[in-house]
């Protein structure tokens, strides 16, 4: 895994059970990106950074490689938190990509984020959202879903998706091939 947050690995843990038995490693990673990644773009550009050091760290020796990175989309003028995830194999060499469901961002809090010394190079919205509220800077969705979801349940939910997807394709293959 392309991190050592244990919020992450905490997530590809509990998603990675439908997998079966897993030995989970999480590598220190770099996503090259601002701290805080604005736009699909960069943020999936994050997440394929992490990848690929990941799997330069770990020499190749991994089946299964999981990366996350967390960013702020705009859609219609609101501000969401969207973590794109990627799921590479290296028995099939197939990779699929997710992301997580969006949670709204109060504008205010990326304004501020956005504005502060550095602007997003060093600041993230979550941590703007944790002054205000005194939450985890890096776990603002509890406090913002008013306790009902926190981050790690939406990268849970995304990272399954990824894994439903590459053990679909592995099917598909074996399929094809017979």
């Known amino acids: 895994v392309g991190t ?3 919020l992450k690995l905490a997530a590809v843990e509990d998603a990675s059970k439908v997998l079966g038995p897993t030995v989970i490693r999480g590598f220190k990673a770099r996503s ?3 701290e805080q990644p604005f736009g699909h773009e960069e943020t999936l550009k994050g997440a394929k950074n992490r990848l690929e050091d990941c799997i330069n760290l770990s020499g190749g020796k991994g089946r299964i490689y999981v990366s996350i990175e967390n960013g702020i989309v705009e859609i219609c003028g609101a501000y969401f938190d969207v973590a794109w995830v990627i799921v590479h194999s290296t028995l099939t060499g197939k990779t699929v990509r997710t992301h997580s469901v969006g949670i709204e961002f109060p504008e205010a809090f990326v304004k501020q984020a956005k504005e502060a010394k550095d602007g997003f190079v060093k600041n993230t919205v979550g941590s703007q959202i944790a002054l205000a509220y005194n939450c985890d ?7 913002l879903t008013n306790g009902y979801l926190g981050r790690k349940d939406f990268l849970v939910q995304a990272i399954q998706a990824a894994f439903g997807q590459l053990m679909l394709l592995q099917k598909a293959d074996a399929h094809s091939s017979s």
């Not at 800077?137 to 406090?143: E, L, W």
């Open 137 to 143: 800077s890096k776990d603002p969705h509890r406090t």
């Open 4 to 6: 050592q947050s244990k």
């Open 32 to 34: 090259m990106v601002n």
